[in-house]
């Protein structure tokens, strides 16, 4: 029997709470035979006879919001209300594709002068699932529901810290009615996830993760030509080219990057501000981290943070901000890794980071504000684009065709204009250069998993 490898450890006090033992070998090839044979039992079945247990797992998600997100409290620190936020944005995506995903695989038309042809979208067949621990079931969610609507079968490997998570997702799929073998929690190993690529079964795998994780599932799914979707890091540039409200555009860019406590891909990471704004708004920002204290996340105060997801996750941070300070940057407030077992660390403000630092190339995944003064729109441009990661940004400015003309020129796959960022169900997810490659989420995200066969009469 396989040692345990998934472990619930409260974030709050460093506690173990429950091990869980990965699955054995047996009963993961078992797994993937099931999905197999699931994918061949029900690959002709209409994408509209497919859509009703999406919308049972929407209602079913709606109805469990509270419970589902104590559970993600419990695991990873997250407060309630961002947790109960978390579960209705995965409602939403699963009445999404349970709305849309009849029309987005629909047989599309294409005029030749010779013949008549289309194009059909048709399942693959068994998919892999590498999901995270920041969003554990929403990651789940926008991987999850557009390839069961297409007809997909899937095996999904939770996070090693999520494993409560993963279970709850999982009994309520199949009590929304998804088909017998469809889908498949599995609590693998490194090593197992390997064994999973090779298997001339599965056809494809998603993972959302580190750069050196998509590196590595990517290497082996090359090996055995595989398709690919990543959704990697980020540091994304929130960029205040103008504002008539310093105060408020402050409390707006914390806001985000406080959001599930700045661990988040596409949380802003980097705060590039006007030179006429830039005292004035890193003076505000101090405000609001500095009057911020240590909460229980099943019982967040205003005024209060929670852990981080793992006392491993704020040391790191701790090292990256202790780093920058050494080579002469300014940690304005914060940044303080709280004494005992926990995972606190105090919200902080930096600025004064240059390239030397760790703190300028790598992504800082906790609440960590970093700001940049720029001189003008060229050289906030250059700050933004001057990184390996490309997965979203956002600009702002009282003139919007500054700003989208600001937006065109910045290297990522989403931009969003005068909004703190650009989600939804209906809308793509993904980036370029190192945060990826491949899109989630809206029409694109039930276009990668599918073969666009075409259908050629003479």
């Not at 650009?422 to 694109?444: M, N, T």
Request: charged residues 20%; glycine residues 8%.
């Amino acid at each position: 029997m396989n040692a345990p490898a998934y472990r619930v450890v409260n974030p709050a006090t460093g506690d173990l709470v429950e091990e869980f033992t990965s699955i054995a070998d047996d009963d993961l090839a078992a797994a993937i035979e099931s999905a197999h044979a699931a994918y061949v039992r029900d690959r002709d079945v209409p994408v509209a006879d497919r859509l009703l247990p999406l919308r049972r797992a929407a209602s079913l998600l709606r109805e469990r919001t509270t419970e589902l997100a104590a559970i993600a409290a419990a695991e990873i620190g997250k407060p309630l209300e961002q947790g109960r936020g978390e579960v209705e944005f995965c409602a939403d995506i699963f009445d999404y594709y349970a709305q849309h995903a009849e029309r987005l695989t629909a047989p599309q038309p294409i005029s030749s002068g010779s013949g008549r042809a289309r194009i059909e979208r048709r399942p693959l067949g068994v998919l892999l699932g590498i999901m995270p621990w920041n969003y554990p079931f929403y990651q789940a969610a926008r991987f999850v529901a557009p390839n069961l609507a297409v007809g997909n079968t899937i095996l999904l490997k939770p996070a090693e810290s999520c494993p409560r998570s993963a279970l709850a997702l999982d009994h309520l799929l199949r009590e929304a009615g998804v088909g017998e073998g469809a889908f498949h929690t599995a609590f693998a190993t490194h090593e197992q996830i390997r064994t999973v690529i090779q298997d001339a079964r599965v056809q494809g795998v998603s993972l959302t993760g580190s750069e050196r994780a998509g590196a590595a599932v990517a290497a082996a799914a090359g090996a055995h030509l595989k398709k690919v979707v990543l959704e990697l890091g980020g540091s994304d540039p929130h960029v205040i080219l103008d504002t008539a409200h310093v105060a408020e555009a402050a409390a707006a860019a914390w806001s985000m990057r406080m959001e599930n406590l700045g661990q988040a891909c596409n949380s802003n990471k980097r705060i590039i501000v006007a030179a006429a704004h830039y005292a004035e708004f890193v003076s505000e920002l101090t405000k609001l981290a500095s009057a911020l204290e240590p909460g229980d996340p099943l019982d967040l105060r205003d005024g209060q943070f929670p852990p981080m997801a793992s006392r491993a996750a704020a040391e790191h941070l701790c090292a990256q901000i202790e780093d920058a300070i050494s080579r002469g940057a300014t940690l304005h407030t914060g940044g303080t890794l709280h004494t005992g077992p926990g995972a606190y660390f105090s919200p902080a403000v930096l600025t004064g980071v240059t390239p030397g630092m760790r703190a300028y190339h790598e992504e800082l995944f906790g609440p960590v504000a970093v700001v940049y003064r720029a001189e003008d729109d060229e050289h906030a441009l250059r700050i933004a684009n001057d990184t390996e990661f490309g997965l979203g940004a956002a600009v702002f400015s009282t003139d919007i065709a500054r700003a989208e003309a600001f937006a065109a020129r910045v290297e990522t796959g989403m931009v969003a204009i005068n909004a703190l960022a650009a989600e939804g169900a209906e809308l793509p997810f993904g980036g370029v250069k190192r945060s990826g490659y491949g899109r989630e989420l809206g029409p694109l995200g039930m276009d990668e998993f599918v073969n666009k066969r075409l259908i050629y009469t003479a």
